[in-house]
């Protein structure tokens, strides 16, 4: 039989015996290196070299930034600012949860460490004013899914590596789609909003709304130091990764103090944990991608989607079809390493821009995080409201239906990615 399709098969089959995913991709790699007399020997250096990439440095810092500013505090004081200026229209309460999401996913680089942030301030205030708590949940975990796209993203870095591209690109190219999925989710807000008469707060008067803004401006401007020094050239992505711990920590220690030792200790904790995970599993999900690659995998399963329709039309509708049953099963790292190398060659063949392919592959892993069974937004936000997930699954449908709809802006519009790194002269 076809080694790739032994290869695919049993990591498949890994997975759905519930087998977790980096013991399944690790497991394949190092199986089929060894039956097929391909230097199991390279193992070490190929795990090393996947790792040992200056770029993805940012990674385990962003996270880090991520938790620290989560511990922190800096959510709070946005919600409240947010709150004040939206009212009490319907769905008011939904729409300050979206804006929060989109505004903390440009401090955080994860949809995880966004749900968690704005979803213990969000859930609780929703539920008091009575939106029904799964609702809550669902709307939490859709908004998040913004933090992928809105720069910092970990997502990026990780793409930018495998792809060799610009990251400041990347990260350019995201803010206009990541906009647009949190706009896509205002019409599901108001709508059921609507249906259930679910309100909001009564409306900031000028000295409120004054007296919040200046309590949330640490908040606000973490995101002009971070991505403003990026595009202003004054230090590249990875050292804004670290700028963006360090701003966390001066704000924690110096100017709210709410981070003493024993809270130190757990965020660093928390995030050596996080950064762990994520990097094992780009070590190993490389070395898949170099054993499928050396067996010739990926090359016959690019020609074979070419096989299907020489329209690239018709080629962009069954990846992105096959990005999101993946990012079902998935994470987006993984997804990454065992996809791209099947992408890059059809990529060439159509001359498609390598950063809007990386926005659209990666609105698609975005939506990944609320649909089971992987679903990582969504179990962090049943876990919050302590709901059911099939409760918060139901209440999901239509924020995913309103998703689906800006990724498909994004697939056939390529101007909206790339209008912002063009209009910014980044390269």
């Known amino acids: 039989m076809e080694p790739g ?224 020094g990026i595009y202003g050239g004054v230090f590249t992505p990875t050292e804004a990764a670290v700028v963006a711990v360090a701003y966390g920590l001066f704000v924690g220690l110096v100017v709210f103090r709410n981070l003493g030792l024993r809270e130190l200790y757990a965020t660093f904790r928390d995030a050596a944990v996080a950064s762990a995970v994520v990097m094992i599993v780009v070590a190993f999900a490389g070395l898949f991608s170099w054993t499928g690659s050396t067996l010739g995998v990926m090359d016959r399963a690019a020609r074979g989607l070419l096989g299907w329709s020489d329209n690239p039309y018709v080629i962009l509708l069954l990846l992105n079809a096959l990005l999101l049953v993946a990012g079902m099963l998935l994470d987006a790292i993984s997804i990454y390493y065992v996809f791209l190398p099947i992408f890059l060659p059809l990529m060439k063949q159509f001359a498609w821009d390598p950063i809007w392919f990386g926005v659209m592959m990666t609105v698609n892993l975005a939506i990944g995080t609320v649909t089971p069974p992987v679903a990582v937004n969504l179990y962090v936000a049943a876990r919050l409201a302590k709901v059911p997930i099939e409760e918060v699954s139901r209440w999901a449908l239509p924020f995913v239906a309103a998703l689906l709809v800006a990724l498909l802006l994004v697939v056939y519009v390529p101007a909206l990615t790339l209008w912002l790194p063009d209009a910014l002269g980044i390269r």
């Open 5 to 228: 399709i032994l290869l695919f098969g049993l990591f498949f089959v890994l997975l759905l015996a519930g087998v977790p995913i980096l013991t399944a991709v690790g497991a394949s790699a190092l199986l089929f290196l060894w039956q097929f007399n391909l230097g199991i020997q390279v193992t070490a250096a190929n795990v090393y070299a996947n790792i040992a990439k200056f770029p993805l440095l940012a990674i385990p810092f962003f996270i880090l930034a991520g938790f620290v500013m989560d511990r922190v505090g800096l959510s709070r004081g946005l919600v409240t600012l947010l709150n004040l200026l939206v009212g009490p229209v319907r769905g008011g309460l939904g729409l300050v949860a979206v804006g929060g999401c989109v505004f903390f996913g440009a401090i955080s680089g994860t949809g995880p460490a966004d749900t968690a942030a704005i979803g213990a301030v969000m859930i609780p205030a929703m539920a008091r004013r009575g939106y029904a708590v799964g609702f809550a949940a669902a709307l939490v975990a859709a908004a998040a899914t913004t933090d992928v796209l809105i720069p910092p993203s970990v997502a990026f870095v990780v793409y930018a590596v495998i792809t060799e591209t610009s990251v400041a690109r990347l990260f350019a190219a995201g803010v206009v789609p990541g906009l647009l999925m949190g706009l896509a989710l205002v019409v599901p807000v108001v709508w059921l909003s609507r249906r259930h008469g679910w309100g909001g707060e009564p409306w900031g008067t000028p000295r409120e709304i004054a007296r919040a803004a200046w309590e949330a401006k640490w908040g606000l401007v973490a995101p002009v130091i971070i991505l403003g």
